[in-house]
């Protein structure tokens, strides 16, 4: 009788321990996935939201060195066949960084027209805006911040003939 | 109970520190969307004329000039040297307009083509200096 009763106990009290352990080890594993999710997924928005701010601010940077380059070209533009520029410059403060990564800005010559590229190295994003201008220009590139759009010799004769970009 | 505790203690652990690092995010995520709202905010604001006011003070300074020449040759007592010191006397008027305007400008003759009575084309050089933008440019203004 009194092995009886040992043996129904003991199982009884065994499950119950079990199952508090079991529930304690349950809870944790969903807490961790839970958590674990969630980072995961907050992570990706963040790198995702990044992204776009960067495309967006270099859009938005870019249009502005467009506007400075176009400034430019009209200004050069404006001394006519007897007149002669002395010099044109056009600058202006962009800011360094775009969300924490630094950004190149390239000019670059094409048929009928110049293009203006803006990228970063970290997240990898690049914005392209072409130019319709009739100054030709030197390909050129300068870091992120300060800018100028400047009319140079860039052939070494003396005479100003391209539009370069310049960190000032 | 014993083996249990420890289990309990890493479970407050991992929301702690799950906490922490979403909470880290949330503030990045919050940095990150101020950047764009000035990007959005600096694209919104209108593009200041910088070629504009520039090309506006060499046309104005093109008809100064061509008005003046129109009277120095229109009076015969008048020559070169009339047509110079109008000029100097215009240009420092005019400068101390436009600084009130934000630019520095210089207005100087570089050439004078003709004789005593009669001025046939003058060579001027304009320089227009605001904070952002310097613009020299050196033409030539012929008699009316």
Redesign the interface.
Known sequence: MMADKTLTTHPRNDNRAAS??LG??L??AI??LL??G??IS??G??TQ??E??VQ??L???G??IA??V???D??VQ???Q???????????EHPST??GSSYVVALRATKGGSVLTLSTDSPQVSVQIELANQTPVANSAVSGGSIQVSYADTDGDGQKDMLVLQND | MA??IP??R??GQ??LL?GL??AA??V??AV??N??I???N??SQG?DA??DD??RF?SETEEAIAGTLRQVNGDTSLGPAAFTSSIRDWESVTAELMVERGARVSVRTVTVVGDSTHISSVTI?V?YQTR?????????VKAP
């Open positions: 508090t352990t304690y080890a809870t944790l807490a961790m958590v674990s969630l980072l907050t992570g928005l963040v939201q990044r776009r701010t967006t601010e859009e938005v940077i249009q502005r506007a400075d176009t400034a430019a009209r200004l404006s001394a006519g007897s007149g002669s520029i002395g010099a044109v410059n056009v600058n202006r775009v969300s | 083996d249990v289990i309990d890493e479970r991992i929301l799950g690092i979403l995010t949330f990045l995520l990150i969307l950047g764009m000035y990007a959005e600096v694209a593009e910088r070629a520039a090309l060499r050089h320089e952002r933008t310097y613009y020299a440019v050196q033409f030539e």
